[in-house]
């Protein structure tokens, strides 16, 4: 695919500082006509920042842009759409009230003859058929998923043209079957001649898409590399700079008495629907419990109901013994439940606060934070100060507020908060999901360590491979009810597969 093409884009020397921190260093960056090309790098290695160059949100410092041959200079995105060019961010940016068309043609036509919207909805079923790319342009975006979502922001890319298109971690927020049907709407813009900048922390899926990978290390561009010349083992040695051992970990042999015991439970979901049918399972101390299934099936209303967010139509739910059934959230916590959510951006963290704040955001009344009605300053600080070279977070002081860092360190920090309260109960939504592989890495042999030190954890994720490796038992959602639970060590994916699909355990084996 690569090898005499045209050069599409070309970066030169692109330096990006942000107070404290050089986001991007003297960047040299190409890409070709009718390429995939990814974009590799740990947490914060500037990777977005790149991107947003290239996009005009930043201005750079110093470097040079060519477009098709052409020095340019991107002023703000519309000059950048101008040039072809369209992103995808880490997180969208739609109105749920009003239709895929028109979201799709916001901010079109102003100034030039109103966009007819009969017109732009045919357009718009063209496009969504020529590139494989599966929504229905009258839905309103309030209905759709996450994924949906995704495709509505590539066809508003496609509507007006692009022929480069950057896709900020596109497969993050993807179930594995969704991230499979992106793959092949990718592949047909490639063979239309598109152009795309891929970014994602998934090694494999890296080495299914890609034509070239460029690896960034603080900032830097440390080598672009063909990908039938590379592997994954060698990608990951380039972008951490060491070389990555990937662990195994041992069960722990004898549990505990059970810290979680949920029994008959049904709720319903945000919109009054039936999200969990007669849930019953328990977990005990020293125990990781897995959740698996496709994303939509009631693992968030699970975790919200096994944290107190939610409360249950029917059933009961125990921790260390004691019923919680309709005790509030903040009761939770203090029975030792740790929760992080899969929305790391709402009801995680507070955005224009510091890293040092949003660490104690729940802990302030605690005697080692608290100096009388207020926060100890001090104690924050050194608590921050810990956790930030622990989880190696990336950023330049505790004092930095979380809304600049990079999206996998505003995961860190999350992470790091809710496993470092003392709790019983660890309830983890998608843990590693935006994480680079180090950060992977550490984060799963954390959980392991909480295991041995016979803390219950209950892991809910679409990583299979995941949950194969870390937990004890394994229960796979489907429609909102259980379809068996399976021990880890005799569970197989094609199994899992079957049962995530509605089949029932005893159908399976
Ligand atoms: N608006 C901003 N203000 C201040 N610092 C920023 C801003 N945006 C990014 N940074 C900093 O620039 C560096 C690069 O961040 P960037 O978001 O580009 O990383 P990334 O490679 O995309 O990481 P991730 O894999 O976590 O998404 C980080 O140190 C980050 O904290
Ligand atoms: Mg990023």
Redesign the pocket.
Known sequence: MVGGNKIAVALSGITKR??G?I?NDQVDLELLEGEIHTLL??????????MNVLTGIYRPDAGTISIWGKAVQLENPKDAIEQGIGMVH?SFKLVPTHTVTENIVLGLGRGLAPVKIEEAQTKVAELSAQYGVKVDPAAYVWQLSIGEQQRVEILKILFRGAKILLLD?PTAVLTPQEADELFVTLRSMRAKGHSIVFIS?KLDEVMAISDRVTV?RG?KNVGTVLVKDTNPQSLSNLMVGREIKFATFPRKEALGDPVLEVEGVHALNSRGLPALRDITFSVAAGEILGFAGVAGNGQQELAEVITGLLEPTAGSVRVNGVDMTRESARRFIDAGVSYVPADRHGVATVADMSLSHNFVLRRYREPKFAKGPFLNFAAAVGYARRLIKEFNI??PSHATPIR??????LQKVILAREMTTRHRLLVVMSATR?L?VGATEFVRETLNEHRHKGRAIVLISEDLEELLSLTNRIAVLFHGEIMGILDADKAEIASLGLMMAGQAQAEVA
């Open positions: 942000f107070p921190v986001a790098g740990e947490n914060g290695a500037g990777k977005s920042t790149l880490q971690e922390h960034l900032g990336s950023t600049s860092l990079s999206g996998g360190n935006g680079d």
